[in-house]
């Protein structure tokens, strides 16, 4: 059984850095994708960013392009977003999801194609 775990979240300055931590047990990494997601309160979720396990190919929204770098540990079965260039913006909970059948590429990321998720880390960034 697929599980994520994320960590890394809490409170961030403005201009300043957060490493995020997706940790995979019960997945493949050698087939689907695993994405970012975040969703601050009364807003819907949006997908921020995602890494193909296939061959490492990558999408970022473009209101982090440039700031947030996405990258995979097949050996930790674990996904990182680091996130440089902090808004306070990016306040928002963040999800890992992981999806067995998606590849990232120019496509919106959308939350509805992917089906296991983990509970979420709180990151909010201070002015």
């Known amino acids: ?3 994520l775990v994320e960590s890394g979240g809490g409170l961030g300055q403005s201009g300043g850095s957060l490493r995020l931590s997706c940790a995979a047990s ?3 990494f050698s087939y689907g994708a695993i994405g ?7 807003k819907e979720r949006e997908g921020v960013s ?7 190919s990558t999408y970022y929204t473009d209101s982090v392009k440039g700031r947030f770098t996405i990258s995979r540990d097949s050996a930790k079965n674990t996904v990182y977003l680091q996130m440089n260039s902090l808004k306070p913006e990016d306040t928002a909970v963040y999800y890992c ?5 998606y590849y990232c590429s120019d496509t919106e990321l959308l939350w509805t194609d992917f089906h ?5 880390t709180q990151v909010t960034v201070s002015s």
């Open 1 to 3: 059984q697929l599980q």
């Open 26 to 28: 019960g997945y493949a």
């Open 36 to 42: 970012w997601f975040r969703q601050a309160p009364g």
């Open 50 to 56: 995602c890494i193909s396990s296939s061959d490492g």
């Open 97 to 101: 999801a992981a999806d067995p059948d």
């Open 116 to 120: 296991s998720w983990g509970q979420g």
